[in-house]
């Protein structure tokens, strides 16, 4: 069976670039980067190398960047280091967005049980944060602020200069979580003004286990494991190396390859989207209309399951991420979804579709009609009714 492969925003495969740099790294360059023979000096060098790509990627010194096991834990860190190290400060105010990934919002929930106080922004119905109400919330006591760079849902990019301007001009910390954005959009974390930004291996053609926390050299953090003087004493244990490796070819790829990928991206998606939109009715895109990932569909199927849709497309070899999980036997919607206001109704229909550059047309025109045909079905036998669904884009 021909599989075609629309859940980008979930995992992407290691490119062969990536994969040739690494695979020296499980055999003959084996060595532990703190030894100080040469097994260990030219593995610790490589580190170097992978760190000065990293760096170059984000506008960063290559000091700044610290190893982690992916953006789960980054984000972790971010938080929970700045907030252990400030904890004997008056600054107990954190403030995040409501659709951050659950890295994000689960730490925070976390630290309201050891005294911190969070405050979730709302977005608006194409997801964005409004600046006004950033700035109406930032106080004497916000330590932190965390808002992602674009979210992993609905592919809404944030008007990230403009919040980190908001925020620093505050005298407050700024985070954010770039996971889905490298490679999409260019981020120069000095212009921009952030203090940390997260970033994973897996998202970017690299591997899986291996992400990046960027610590500004002036921000001060508490360690996040302890037991070793890795990742100047802030991280312990031995550095992934291959993985590391890796996520440096990545980064450099996806930063040298940004314009030709995003352009091709943006054609093939709105193509898809176009078609969609022809062919079958009572749909709805999802999040910003322009400013969104190029690679990032979100679409709501009035009168259909979208687990079913899911499944349906799964045994025609398709595979597409569905925008609600099912909890405790019943269907909760999305907390992204949620947050943008969708109907229960609609958010139950949710889809969520996340190309990558070598999609062709062909494959657009044949998941499109595969979509037809599923949406047809399902509808046949779905109990909800036109005018139970609210309003669309294309009736
Ligand atoms: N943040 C965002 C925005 C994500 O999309 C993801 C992955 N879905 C993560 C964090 C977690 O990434 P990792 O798998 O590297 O821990």
Redesign the pocket.
């Known amino acids: 069976m021909n599989r075609i492969y629309l859940d980008n925003?979930?995992?992407t495969s290691v490119s062969n670039e990536v994969l040739n740099e690494m695979l020296p790294y499980f055999t003959n360059m084996f060595g532990n980067p703190s030894s100080l023979h040469y097994f260990g000096r030219t593995t610790n060098e490589a580190l170097d190398v992978s760190r000065d790509r990293i760096a170059k990627a984000i506008g960063a010194k290559p000091n700044e960047i610290y190893f982690t096991?992916?953006?789960?834990?980054?984000?972790n860190w971010a938080l929970l280091g700045i907030a252990e190290k400030f904890q004997n400060s008056d600054k107990k105010h954190i403030i995040t967005s409501q659709i951050?990934?659950?890295?994000?919002l689960e730490t925070c929930k976390y630290l309201e049980t050891k005294g911190f106080k969070v405050t979730y922004l709302p977005v608006d119905s194409d997801g964005l944060v409004s600046i006004a109400e950033l700035l109406h919330q930032l106080n004497s006591n916000t330590l932190l602020v965390s808002i992602?760079?674009?979210?992993?849902?609905i592919g809404t990019i944030q008007n990230l200069k403009a919040i980190a301007k908001t925020v620093k001009e505050k005298g407050v910390l700024f985070h954010t979580?770039?996971?889905?954005a490298i490679g999409a959009i260019n981020i120069d974390v000095k212009e921009m003004g952030i203090d940390m930004l997260?970033l994973?291996?897996?998202?970017i053609n690299g591997p899986?286990?291996?992400?990046a926390l960027y610590i500004a050299n002036d921000v001060e953090i508490a360690p996040l494991l302890h037991g070793g003087h890795q990742e100047r004493n802030l991280r312990a244990g031995t550095v992934n190396v291959a993985g590391a490796v890796g996520l440096g070819k990545a980064c450099e790829i996806a930063c040298r390859d940004i314009i030709i990928n995003s352009q091709k991206l943006r054609r093939m998606r709105d193509y898809f989207v176009e078609q969609v939109m022809n062919k079958i009715p009572y749909v709805k895109l999802n999040g910003h209309k322009f400013q969104r990932l190029p690679n990032s569909i979100s679409l709501s199927f009035g009168m259909v399951e979208a687990e079913a849709l899911m499944m349906m497309l799964d045994l025609q070899g398709i595979a597409v991420s569905v925008g609600s999980s099912c909890s405790s036997g019943s269907v909760e919607p999305s907390h992204v979804l949620k947050a943008i206001k969708l109907s229960p109704e609609l958010a139950a229909g949710t889809i969520r579709i996340t190309i990558s550059k070598n999609i062709t047309k062909e494959d657009i025109d044949f998941v499109v009609e595969k979509l037809e045909e599923i949406v047809k079905k399902l509808r046949a036998i779905s109990p909800l009714t036109k005018s139970s669904i609210g309003e669309f884009d294309n009736v």
């Open positions: 925003a979930a995992s096991s992916g953006a789960t834990e980054s984000n951050e990934h659950p890295s994000i992602m760079t674009a979210n992993n849902e979580d770039a996971t889905q997260t994973s291996g897996h998202k899986k286990g291996i992400g």
